[in-house]
């Protein structure tokens, strides 16, 4: 396995979102203007296919770098690949200067996430239908 990060939007990390979060769970607003002002950072398998996908950005309102819209193709799954991409987000964080990382959870991606040292905080909002919780840790 090979990580990049890049500090523009790759397409790979593109096309990767576009099957997991459009075509997969049916999200329509998956791009945002975030995207060009985040790093991406894009796991490839053995083979050289980019597999996984994730960004991050400081997020002022909450005082802390924000990792959102991880997303790990559907043949990859149940392969630690997603605790790979949060461990290297947050080794990028680290690189920055930061001392917390916050993100968004599903609300069904919240047990995973908790498994990695993220505590849940505020109150469960919907995004297009989808319970979502704000999650942070300290690193």
Known sequence: MKISVYESFPDCAKEIRKAVF??????????????????????????????????????????AYTLGRLAVIKK??????????????????????????????????AGFYEKLGFIEFGNIENDEGCPHIWMKKSI
């Open 22 to 63: 459009m075509d997969e769970q049916g999200f329509q607003d998956e791009f945002d203007e975030i995207d060009h002002a985040a790093a991406h950072i894009v796991l490839f398998d053995e083979d050289e296919v980019p597999v996984a996908t994730c960004r991050v950005f400081w997020n002022a309102m909450m005082n």
């Open 76 to 109: 990859c799954r149940g392969k630690n690949i997603g605790s790979v991409m949060v461990k290297e987000a947050e080794r990028y964080v680290r690189k920055k200067g930061g001392k917390d990382i916050v993100l968004h959870a599903q609300c069904r991606a």
